[in-house]
Antibody, heavy 117, light 113 residues
Framework: QVQLQESGPGLVKPSETLSLTCVVSGGPISSNHWWSWVRQPPGKGLEWLGEIFHNGNSNYSPSLKSRLTMSVDKSKNQFSLYLTSVTAADTAVYYC??????????WGQGTLVTVSS | DIVMTQSPDSLAVSLGERAAINCRSSQTVLYTSNNKNYLAWYQKKPGQPPKLLLYWSSTRDSGVPDRFSGSGSGTDFTLTISSLQAEDVAVYYCQQYFTVPRTFGQGTKVEVK
């Protein structure tokens, strides 16, 4: 059974960089799946942020492309998200997911990141 | 970006009755070369991650009860819960994966009347 677990600081200061890692267990990250990040601001809907394949190919949301980077570490079976210059609007629950064709069949439990000084 | 619009924003249905949620995309999500609609449906309960219900617009994910079904093609889709159960109270989202960014609808809240 594939499991995903997000980790990272729960509090980030404005203008700093938000860094999250998703550890994948129960299967190799080098499988034929896209690994993505989705967030949900408090009281709002789901927002797709981007996705990455194990070979490093990636797609990002145009609205975040200038601030967003994703990476894969096959040796640790994990992938990461880096979002620079954060503001209060980036406060959200962040989910990592696995998807075979663009939908997400496995999700992490989510981690709340608050942007505040 | 493909804009996904769901209707209604919320609905209240009696237990055992049918619930239907609509999802419209601003452009087609039907890939004609394989005749597949690149549309998924998720269920989201408070404090839990979203759960995949359907992909390819009508294929149920493993373990999803058959009271959940999907229909439609091109730009108009429907998620139907044939007989609402108490555990189905949740927010439901459609998502297109035809192109990036893989956009979600705004969500539809389903409650018990």
């Amino acid at each position: 059974q594939v499991q995903l677990q997000e980790s990272g600081p729960g509090l980030v200061k404005p203008s700093e960089t938000l860094s999250l890692t998703c550890v994948v267990s129960g299967g190799p990250i080098s499988s034929n799946h896209w690994w993505s990040w989705v967030r949900q601001p408090p009281g709002k809907g789901l927002e797709w942020l981007g996705e990455i394949f194990h070979n490093g190919n990636s797609n990002y949301s145009p609205s975040l492309k200038s601030r967003l980077t994703m990476s894969v570490d096959k040796s640790k079976n994990q992938f990461s998200l880096y979002l620079t210059s954060v503001t209060a609007a980036d406060t959200a629950v962040y989910y990592c997911t696995r998807g075979p064709h663009g939908w997400a069949d496995y999700w992490g439990q989510g981690t709340l990141v608050t942007v505040s000084s | 970006d493909i804009v996904m619009t769901q209707s209604p924003d919320s609905l209240a249905v009696s237990l055992g009755e049918r619930a239907a949620i609509n999802c419209r995309s601003s452009q087609t999500v039907l890939y004609t070369s394989n005749n597949k609609n690149y549309l998924a449906w998720y269920q989201k309960k408070p404090g839990q991650p979203p759960k995949l219900l359907l992909y390819w617009s009508s294929t149920r994910d493993s373990g999803v009860p058959d009271r959940f079904s999907g229909s439609g093609s091109g730009t108009d889709f429907t998620l139907t819960i044939s007989s609402l159960q108490a555990e189905d109270v949740a927010v439901y989202y459609c998502q297109q994966y035809f192109t990036v960014p893989r956009t979600f609808g705004q969500g539809t809240k389903v409650e018990v009347k």
